[in-house]
């Protein structure tokens, strides 16, 4: 196995405070609009937009957490019992533009699952999605808005985001290959 360094603790951060501002630019009413993490390295990276965006516009944007579990296409085939986590929004979505954040995006079902939990707490004016890592291989119809890093892996490859208050290590993103 082989592991690369795809993305430093710097890189992030750049990548971050870049797409905090093309958000901010590209949102047409700040009022109408909120964060959503999806579990785990998602909420952190959420907040790290969402702490960009509100130095940027000088407004306190909602943001919440998403647990996607219960609605894994694979939830019967993985053969492991899930664990549960949090999911929290606080507020009404309806008629809002919502950024979902999320660490990687590879077959696109993580998304899928994201977005239909999602869609059960209301109905918003649109879904934007943002992802660190963009790994191909996509299996379902789904993009991301804004994207970190783009790289094209094979399917035994593994990306692998470290985030320092989550993983006690400094950030950074790994690619393994076999």
Do not use: W
């Not at 082989?2 to 630019?25: H, P, Y």
């Not at 296409?73 to 533009?97: C, H, M, Q, W, Y």
Request: with cysteine; proline share 3%; glycine share 6%.
């Amino acid at each position: 196995m082989t592991e690369t360094t795809l993305l430093s603790a710097g890189d992030i951060r750049r990548i971050i405070d870049e797409n905090a501002a093309r958000i901010l630019r590209e949102v047409k009413d700040i009022e109408r609009f909120a964060i959503v993490g999806v579990q785990t390295r998602g909420v952190e990276l959420a907040n790290r937009i969402r702490a960009k965006i509100e130095e940027l516009s000088g407004k306190k944007i909602d943001s919440g957490v998403l647990d996607i579990t219960f609605y894994r296409d694979d939830l019967a085939t993985r053969g492991v019992l899930p664990v549960i986590k949090e999911t929290r929004i606080e507020f009404n979505i309806s008629n809002r533009t919502i950024l979902l954040v999320d660490d990687v995006i590879f077959t696109g079902r993580t998304t899928k699952a994201a977005i239909e939990t999602l869609m059960s707490f209301g109905r918003p004016r649109a879904i934007r999605l943002f992802v660190l890592v963009d790994r191909g291989n996509r299996e379902l119809p789904l993009q991301p808005d804004y994207c970190g890093h783009k790289i094209e892996t094979g399917l035994e490859d593994r990306v692998k985001v470290l985030l320092e208050p989550i993983d006690r290590v400094e950030d950074m993103v790994m690619l393994s290959r076999p």
